[in-house]
């Protein structure tokens, strides 16, 4: 979309000049018009990084709860 025509609509709907351009390069990124990773599958990588620390984190364990944790007494 040209300058122009994004000025022309920008002012027309209310919204910024570069909040319509983003929304533009967005809707041809999805479509394959232009090169870049579609929204669907930025949003799937997240949630699999998201996925991917979980583990670590929602045990409940902390990092140095092995430090804290003290060996048995050996038997006499």
Do not use: V
């Amino acid at each position: 979309m040209s300058l122009a025509a994004i000025l022309s609509i920008s002012t027309w709907i209310g919204c910024a000049p570069q909040t319509l351009n983003k929304y533009d390069e967005r809707t041809e990124t999805d479509s394959g018009t232009r090169a870049g990773i579609p929204a669907e599958m930025a949003e799937k990588m997240k949630a699999l990084e998201r996925g991917n620390r979980e583990p670590c984190q929602g045990h409940g364990f902390s990092r140095n709860a092995s430090a804290s944790i003290t060996p048995p007494e050996p038997m006499a």
